[in-house]
């Protein structure tokens, strides 16, 4: 078991709230229910998860847009209409992030969950915080984005700055974490890396090799791009060389990994070849580090694999082995005919080349060189050492 304190955000109306969510219908009861039925929420302490606030919206999203939400909830109530006004569409409020019912109750949901993991953290009475209902990186300031009508992990990391100099925002969902990267863009004080799927036609489009930060911030963005069907071989490897130099070379205080379950073979959106075990070994490397992190959730529309995967991840956080047999709980005859909690990989060729992904690591090194996040021969001693 950990010797770390580990805090796992929950409520009843947390996970009621995020069973409306219309691309993940139900999936937060499938994710808290298989945990449970492993007993891993014996090992972890339970931190209540409560509502935002409008300052807490704030800290990020600007007032229009979340007057725009409030809009759109009262609308609903007062004329049983579901749409805000013409506005709607300008604040991305449409197509894929269509206005749901009580949309306002679910922003402040989603958001005080993640803060509360963050105050956990800021005041000491967690190391580790779990929260698989956070993770909404795709909203920008004043638009939703993505299935992401908050974000936050903008306002999270926002949050966790009163205290921390230097955050390192980590996202491995398969999709470009695009909000995250512009909302700290300019800051030398966050640091973002995204691996992610990069093709043409595949959403969000951004998050090429070139783009690392704008202003004050050029250097304290990379992304990691990769085609599809990206095996665990591959990811892992380059994952941790990745991480690892940036990691040392940034020395954050404090770390933030979304761990988007679309990463996992069998997405229907997304085309990665990973199994939870490969994200597993990716986790592992992150809790060596020995700094406060806050582990999120975000995309994953298989919603059996991203609840098996979620679980995995728990019990590699808290250091607990568990069984691949499923436990009786009440989601499980959703996992038949196996019960078995592992995921297959696709067998299907890996479409990287490793001179691709060298490459990648190649411009990382030089934009950290470039802007001044290190020396050339701190980068020298890295590579002496891998
Ligand atoms: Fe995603």
Known sequence: ???????????????????????????????????????????????ESKLANLSDLRLFHSSDYLDQLKKIQLNYYEENDIQGDENDLEYGLGYDCSPIERIWDLSITIAGGTLEGIKSILSGDCDVVINWNGGWHHAERDEAKGFCFINDIAIGIQKLREKFQRVFYIDLDVHHGDGVENAFACTKRVFTLSFHQYENGFFPGTGSIKDCGFGPGLGYAANFPYCENISGLLYVKYFKIVTQLIKDKYKPDVCVIQCGGDVIAG???????????????????????????????????????????????????????????????????????DYDLSVQRKNIKDLNLEKNLQENVRIITENLIKYSVCDIYSILLFYLFI
């Open 1 to 47: 078991m950990s010797n770390k304190k580990i805090g796992y955000i929950w409520s009843n109306n947390l996970i009621k709230e995020c069973n409306r969510i219309p691309c993940v219908k139900f999936r937060s009861s499938y994710v808290h229910e298989l945990i449970k039925s492993y007993n891993l929420l014996n090992f972890i302490k339970i931190i």
């Open 267 to 337: 997405d229907k959106l997304g085309n990665a070849n990973l199994i939870p075990n490969d994200l597993g070994c990716c986790i592992d490397e992150i809790m060596l580090w020995n700094l406060p992190t806050i582990f999120l959730g975000g995309g994953g529309y298989n919603i059996q694999n991203t609840a098996k995967y979620w679980t995995y991840l728990t019990s590699k956080i808290i250091k607990q082995e568990i069984s691949n047999d499923i436990p009786d709980h009440p989601y499980f005859l959703e996992y038949g005919p």
